[in-house]
């Protein structure tokens, strides 16, 4: 039985495994998308969203902690000066993982993170949301106008 086991431990072990993850999180703040296997994308996604939530409140203590997950420093202030302004109203879900198909050599399976906000011609095609306010019965209005020129061309015959 497999109980409470959540991470995917990527035939590595734990030091390689962080220091991979660090490395891969590092290349996707900095080139916002980066291309990698299915299992490696989805544990990242696991890695880096904590750490972009993190960034949304710049505190000397919430850069300490990304620092000691990171490594990098120039990754940490992309991360806090960039990347935590642009997704600031987002409540989560800051990546996109797209499956690519399989890897020639392997035949790995293949997918592309990216940071959500950064990917224009995505959210391109999809309109500004509309707000919409709440109102009741707007079907049934529009029936009796629609049936009253009908009536009326009835009487007209």
Known sequence: MRHGKKTNHLGRKTAHRKAMLANMAC??????????TTAKAK???????????????????NRRIVFS?????DA???????VAVKVGDRPGGYTRIIKLGNRLGDNADMAMIELVD?????????P???KSTRRGRSGKKAAPAAAAPAAASKEEE
């Open 69 to 73: 997950r990171l490594r990098q420093k």
């Open 43 to 61: 544990a990242l996604k696991k890695f880096v969203e904590p750490l972009i939530t993190k960034s949304k409140e710049d505190t000397t203590h």
């Open 128 to 130: 500004a949301k509309k």
């Open 118 to 126: 950064y990917n224009e011609l995505y959210n391109a095609g999809k």
């Open 27 to 36: 290349s996707l703040i900095e080139h916002k998308r980066i291309n990698t």
């Open 76 to 82: 940490v202030s992309e991360l806090f000066r960039d």
